[in-house]
């Protein structure tokens, strides 16, 4: 069964950071491509980043592009979402997602909150 879960989340001010974590189970990293997705309640889920299973490309939306930095860990099978600097607008209920061109798998999502 595969499960991806996501932590990290929270409040935090304005030009802090933090380091979103997405523990995957159930399939192999070097297999599958990995998104971080973030989505503001009333709008479309939005791409953020992501990373493909050889580890070559990367990817980030020109919003978070110099403040976030996508990495993952294989031993521990997570992939990990650093989010520094951040603004109000990154204010999100955040999502890891699991994709080859026949599957797509989420997680449950983390709240993350930016405000003084």
């Known amino acids: 069964q595969v499960r991806l879960v996501e932590s990290g989340g929270g409040p935090v001010q304005p030009g802090g950071s933090l380091s979103l974590s997405c523990v995957v189970s159930?399939?192999?990293?070097?297999?599958?491509?990995i998104y971080w997705f973030r989505q503001v309640s009333g709008k479309e889920r939005e791409a953020v980043s992501c990373?493909?299973?050889?580890?070559?490309?990367?990817y980030y939306a020109d919003s978070v592009k110099g403040r976030f930095t996508i990495s993952r860990d294989n031993a521990k099978n997570t992939v990990y979402l650093q989010m520094n600097s951040l603004k109000p607008e990154d204010t999100a209920v955040y999502y890891c997602?699991?994709?080859?061109?026949?599957?797509?798998?989420w997680g449950q999502g983390t709240q993350v909150t930016v405000s003084a």
């Open positions: 997602s699991a994709r080859t061109t026949s599957n797509t798998y």
């Open positions: 159930g399939l192999s990293l070097d297999y599958y491509a």
């Open positions: 990373m493909s299973g050889s580890e070559i490309v990367t």
